[in-house]
């Protein structure tokens, strides 16, 4: 064993901090972290067969088993520490130390990503930028960021959170920054802080020994933090603040900071016109006015941010009113879609740099569903990176992903295709190149393609929206957007409250609750669940057919369907002496072995053996040690009613009781498990050996507690086709049912009760959001449409989009309003509504 002595000398070109991310073994170092759900250690044998020989492992991780693993390692170099992730900071630190160019760090609540991303659109005519990929803001996001600065670079623009006490000291000696910008806080609810002042005291610490500060000072908890305390402990950081609101009385300590004062404040005022806003700065020498591309209240707030940062690094306003036009919304998202031909399409059209290939990378072969793999790149813009290092660096990361195909489409990157060549020389990569986007559009590739996973990847410029076009299955412009980020976090979460000891199972039956088995379950794979379970066989074998190959459970299989139970390794659920019988017979016959669920009525009286049956099935599994009992598990009846939690505990001991007279006669303990979603939150007695975790990974919880805890997982939404205005004595829709009391301006949208939009929504019921504004539905919904009232909704247009439910008007809402719960309202969207997933 090589253990090394600190600080840690590496010559990595990559920090991993994830074995599954791994791309380029013999230039990552890889630091083992010990999670809540993932312990790194358990990798480091995996990853040395794989040619990773830089570890760093925490001291107390280091059990004999593991010194053991690490003696079979000749030529690993290890470095002990006692905290790993504390160890990729310094590392980054040191790193960062090396580079005398200006730094720009950005915190507070929202709006860190969006400024980064403008910022260096906006700076990168003067600037070589090195920014944080997509939202990389973290205690491991933070150094990863850093570590990409360069010899190339002469600016860093890079994003700070935090999310405890304490972490701003560690991230600001890896950051460093000289500008520093506070974009605002929030009342986001956050249970390791007191409240906003401690959030915002900690946020400063970012700043402490920056030399310019810019901040928004109508967050009057920002405005007085900064210049009551942070201006007295940083005395030499000039404040740079705008506002909207005219400040008649500074709260700033004039007698300190007397007539040289470093501070500025910068009295801000728009007027919001169709499209744009006209944004007026009062700046000490003068006043100048900017048009904004934009109307809503948080894009100006961040134009300004930006505004204001261009015009100290010392642009003047014809060049600040020029690069603004450039500016375009900030989406991270990388979307998964079905597309023609039995492919899927990972659509990343905005990110073009290469941190964001990699990133989008890992996540195509993240996507198990397809084996082949195809990448379709445009020339990278703007990264910095001299042409020939930039391409071959590319062509390495590429190597490493072992796609099927690479299509490059550019001038430039079609003059380096020699680089690409060591590709071709020793793997099956085809690899094709295109000058432009309208000559491969009009090539034989594209129809090539089929039962692939394809990333397409490009800047603006090449257009690469009709590639995306040609390739997705045409929707009726309905979708419904699942944001995988959400799924993990509220899985996070539920496996935080059971703790590690306790397995989980995820019931991914209906669709997954209507937000795509397929997708949903290859994200909980990538994420290693212990178990899933569906309703009827059929949805088990399309799950294996997509690539998933977790133990399935099958809740409610029949005899026909044995067979394929068998062929794909489904595991059924038995529930009577029945399907005991026929499934005991089924095994014989073939003389083969079966994992079994047995189901045990404790209460629900839907499936499931009773007490008096218990004999009769002990018999059984005496006499056929093929079947073989993997868990025993009953049902609750109503664990999210605290009237009924006598019930519930009774239920609880019923199980236990069943549960114990069965393993006692079989002679083996098989796995126990009760706890739905509210089991879950409400029981942690009923949490035993395993969990089903059902709606709460879908966001709803029986728990206010949890509640803030998760995360809205879908958005249903669609667009206006067309708008009318209707005179007061006129009628809407079917029946005229549609009465008005009023002169009416109405949204036909594309969305009726065939999709799931619930006909009880008829005659003001339901309501839709259209730009923030509430819609009430006007007349009778139709099967494919429906009218709503936008009298009150100022520029609306017919192809705006309408939210029928997500984060500001949630299922649960909706639910209420019809006499249903949210389960419904949520699996009830039909499948003809394309699903989109997408993950930042
Ligand atoms: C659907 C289901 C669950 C999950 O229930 P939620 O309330 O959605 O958490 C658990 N167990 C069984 C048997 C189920 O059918």
Redesign the pocket.
């Known amino acids: 064993m090589n253990f090394q002595q600190l600080p840690i000398q590496t010559s990595a070109q990559y920090l991993l901090n994830d074995s599954r991310q791994l791309s380029s073994p013999q230039r990552s170092i890889f630091f083992a972290i010990k999670g809540l759900h993932h312990d790194g250690h358990q990798f480091l044998d995996d990853l040395y067969r794989k040619g990773i020989r830089e570890f760093v492992v925490e001291r107390n991780a280091l059990t004999p088993t593991l010194l053991r693993e690490l003696d079979r390692m000749p030529e690993a170099k290890i470095w002990q520490v006692e905290n790993s992730i504390l160890a990729m900071q310094e590392v980054a630190k040191r790193h960062r130390e090396q580079y005398n160019f200006p730094i720009i760090a950005i915190t507070g609540s929202n709006g860190k990503t969006v400024v980064k991303e403008w910022l260096s659109q906006l700076l990168s005519n003067r600037f070589k930028v090195v920014k944080s990929p997509k939202s990389y803001n973290s205690q491991i996001g933070v150094p990863l960021s850093v570590w990409q600065m360069n010899e190339t670079h002469n600016l860093g623009i890079f994003e700070v959170g935090i999310s405890r006490p304490e972490e701003m000291t560690n991230l600001e000696k890896v950051v460093q920054p000289q500008i520093g910008i506070f974009t605002n806080i929030g009342n986001a609810h956050n249970e390791f802080f007191e409240g906003n002042s401690q959030k915002i005291r900690e946020k400063l610490l970012l700043f402490k020994n920056a030399k310019q500060l810019i901040y928004c000072a109508d967050y009057v908890e920002i405005d007085e933090i900064i210049k009551k305390e942070f201006s007295i402990q940083n005395p030499d950081c000039e404040l740079i603040s705008w506002s909207r609101i005219a400040r008649t009385t500074g709260l700033f300590p004039v007698t300190q900071h007397g007539k040289d004062s470093r501070a500025t404040d910068i009295q801000a005022n728009w007027i919001t016109e169709y499209q744009n806003t006209k944004v007026t700065l009062n700046f000490p020498q003068q006043t100048e006015t900017f048009d904004v591309p934009f109307t809503d209240e948080a894009s100006i707030e961040n134009a300004i941010h930006c505004i204001v940062t261009l015009w100290h690094l010392g642009y003047n306003s014809v060049e600040i009113q020029a690069r603004l036009q450039i500016l375009r919304p900030v989406s991270m998202r990388l979307e998964l879609k079905q597309g023609i031909r039995n492919n899927y399409l990972i659509d990343d059209t905005y990110n073009n740099d290469l941190a964001g290939l990699n990133i989008a990378l890992n996540f195509l072969s993240q996507q198990k569903q397809r084996n082949n793999k195809v990448l379709i790149l445009s020339d990278l813009l703007e990264t910095g990176i001299p042409e020939k290092d930039l391409y071959l660096q590319i062509a390495h990361l590429i190597k490493q992903r072992h796609l099927n195909q690479f299509i490059g489409i550019g001038e430039v990157i079609f003059r380096n295709k020699s680089l690409f060549q060591s590709i071709k020389n020793n793997t099956e990569t085809q690899i094709q190149f295109f000058k432009t986007t309208v000559e491969f559009l009009e090539s034989e590739a594209l129809k090539n393609i089929q039962e692939s996973v394809i990333l397409v990847k490009g800047a603006r410029r090449f257009g690469f929206e009709s590639i995306v076009n040609r390739l997705v299955q045409k929707t009726h412009r309905t979708v419904l957007e699942i944001n995988l980020d959400a799924v993990t976090n509220n899985l996070n979460y539920f496996r935080d409250k059971i703790g590690q000891k306790t397995k989980i199972m995820v019931?991914v039956?209906a669709f997954a609750y209507g937000s795509g088995s397929t997708e949903v379950a290859n994200l909980l794979q990538f994420h290693g669940v212990d178990y899933l379970a569906v309703a009827y066989t059929d949805e088990g074998v399309s799950l294996r057919q997509n690539g998933i190959y977790l133990p399935i459970m099958v809740?409610n299989p029949s005899e026909n369907d044995f067979e394929q139970l068998v062929e794909f390794s489904l595991e059924p659920e038995i529930y009577n002496p029945k399907i005991l019988k026929q499934f005991s017979e089924y095994i014989d016959n073939r003389n083969i072995s079966s994992k079994i669920h047995l189901k045990l009525d404790t209460g629900m009286h839907r499936l499931g053996f009773e007490q008096e049956q218990l004999p009769e099935l002990i018999a059984t599994l005496q006499s056929n040690p093929n079947l073989w009992v993997s868990t025993i598990f009953s049902?609750l009846a109503a664990a999210d009613e605290d009237k009924f939690d006598d019930f519930t505990l009774h239920q609880v001991e019923e199980f236990t009781k069943m549960s114990n007279q069965i393993s006692e006669a079989i002679g083996y303990v098989p796995s126990r498990h009760l706890a739905?979603?509210?089991g879950i939150a409400r029981f942690p007695e009923a949490r035993m050996d395993m969990v089903?975790?059902?709606?709460?990974l879908y966001g709803l919880a029986a728990k206010p507690e949890d509640q803030e805890n998760l995360m809205t997982v879908g958005t249903l939404k669609t667009v206006i086709s067309q708008i009318k205005h209707i005179k007061n004595s006129d009628t809407v829709g079917y029946g005229r049912k549609g009465e008005l009391t009023r002169d009416t301006k109405t949204a036909t949208i594309a969305i009726g009760y065939a999709d799931g939009f619930d006909r009880r929504f008829s005659r003001g019921v339901g309501e839709v959001l259209i730009h923030g504004h509430r819609c009430k539905v006007v007349g009778n919904v139709c099967m494919d449409m429906t009218m709503v009232d936008v009298t009150d909704v100022p520029h609306v247009q017919e192809g705006d989009e309408v939210i029928i439910f997500g984060n500001d008007l949630t299922m649960i809402e909706l639910a209420n309003k019809i006499g249903t719960i949210a389960y419904e309202i949520l699996t009830s969207v039909s499948q003809r509504v394309k699903r989109v997933f997408y993950q930042m």
């Open positions: 019931m039956k809740m049902h739905n979603s509210a089903r975790l059902g709606v709460g």
